[in-house]
């Protein structure tokens, strides 16, 4: 279980900020951990800004929204720049579906960070073919704090990292639920793409 590493109200020179990552496969539960952690620091009293993709709509417009439902109110973005002006006096930014994001969000993260702010991304680790979904890597190897949450396999029922198309579509991105993506065990991934 992750514990925040800090809690409460900080006065300004005690602050010091640091990226988080969660990330994972399809319906491993990334959003709903950060939804959990960014409620937390609610519940601290702690000033929370969160952003989203503009161009993700599956569940909602606006709002940040699990695949079990769990909402949390964001601000949808266009750019990873657009959050370095939207953050503010915040101190903790929140960031779903991170992969979405052009390569200026590794920029922007360390930038909120270098400025005493948690941030807290959530986010694809690889995409549908298994390969590392940029900028991933690139957040992971700069990040405080790495989670990687697990899916269950929907063939065999293991521990599932991948999240496998069911749709013929070659495009990296295809914004999909349940009738387009399984996650997937990593025997049940490659068996089913040999």
């Known amino acids: 279980m992750f514990i925040e590493p800090v809690i409460g109200n900080n ?35 702690q000033k929370v800004e969160i952003f989203k993709p503009s161009l993700d709509t599956r569940y909602h417009d606006r709002d940040v929204v699990s695949h079990n439902e769990t909402v949390i109110r964001s601000t949808p973005v266009q750019f990873a720049d657009d959050i370095m002006l939207l953050a503010g006096d915040c101190d903790v930014v929140g960031i779903d579906e991170v992969q979405f994001f052009d390569k200026q969000i590794v920029h922007v993260a360390n930038k909120l960070a270098i400025a005493g702010k948690r941030v807290i991304m959530a986010g694809l680790d690889m995409d549908f073919e298994g390969k590392p979904f940029d900028p991933m890597p690139q957040l992971l190897a700069s990040a405080e704090y790495v989670t990687k949450v697990h899916a269950i396999c929907m063939k065999c029922g293991d521990l599932a990292s991948y999240s496998y198309r069911l749709t013929p579509a070659k495009e990296k991105v295809v914004l999909g639920e349940k009738d387009n993506y399984e996650a997937r065990c990593r025997t049940c991934f490659y068996e089913t793409k040999s």
């Open 11 to 45: 006065t300004l020179k005690d602050k010091k900020g640091h990226i988080e990552v969660i990330c994972g496969s399809m319906f491993s539960g990334k959003t709903e951990e950060l939804i959990r952690r960014l409620n937390r620091a609610l519940i601290a009293k």
